[in-house]
């Protein structure tokens, strides 16, 4: 029998993942049942499990996943508007439904009652934050090399981030937001060199 590439395990790992966000962007993490998952997944529930042995572990999966590049990194020549616009794309239309803003609320919120989902939400929050804080030393510096984040850079970053939770909540629940407006104020309080 012929040995299963890499890619092929992997498109299958994804094609899991993306299935689970579209049922938990539909039902909520609590009333998802595994079995709807197994189904939208199109596999077969013992080849399922192979891949994901709980809820837990795929909802850890969906968390740990999404900033946005490949491999996990960020882009070199990211500018804090850019960031943030990106981060916004993700939840507000043209660049996405609102399937991954409930998402993302789901997440947030299921992590304040999970250790496990916590630990893996609150190090990819730290890794947005920390890069964040980055590109604004950067900004004020002018050198990437020797740019080092201060306290009121983390800060700041920490700020930016929880303005786009609370963007991401209204955009979840449809609220009657102007979100290019929304969007373009979290851009001037957040995105330029100085405060």
């Given at each position: 029998m012929p040995r299963v590439s890499q890619e092929y395990l992997q498109a299958r790992r994804q094609g899991i993942v993306e299935a689970a966000r579209a049922v938990f962007a539909?039902?909520?993490?609590?009333?998802?049942?595994?079995a709807a998952i197994v189904k939208a997944s199109g596999l077969s529930t013992g080849t399922f499990y192979r891949y994901f042995p709980s809820k837990a572990a795929l909802?850890?999966?969906?968390?740990?996943?999404?900033?946005?590049?490949?491999g996990g990194g960020f882009p070199a020549d990211e500018t804090p508007g850019d960031l943030l616009r990106r981060l916004m794309s993700y939840v507000t239309p043209p660049g996405a439904s609102a399937d991954h803003a409930r998402l993302v609320v789901q997440i947030w919120a299921e992590a304040s009652t999970s250790e496990e989902l916590a630990a893996v939400a609150v190090s990819r929050h730290t890794a947005l934050r920390d890069h964040l804080a980055g590109l604004y030393a950067r900004n004020r510096e002018g050198d990437a090399e020797a740019a080092k984040?201060?306290?009121?850079?983390?800060?700041?970053?920490e700020a930016a981030l929880a303005a786009l939770i609370g963007y991401a909540t209204l955009a979840a629940v449809d609220a009657p937001a102007d979100f290019a407006a929304l969007g373009r104020q979290i851009e001037t309080a957040f995105a330029c060199e100085e405060q």
């Open positions: 539909e039902k909520g993490f609590a009333a998802a049942p595994m909802v850890a999966e969906i968390v740990s996943g999404r900033d946005g590049t490949e984040p201060t306290a009121a850079d983390s800060t700041r970053a």
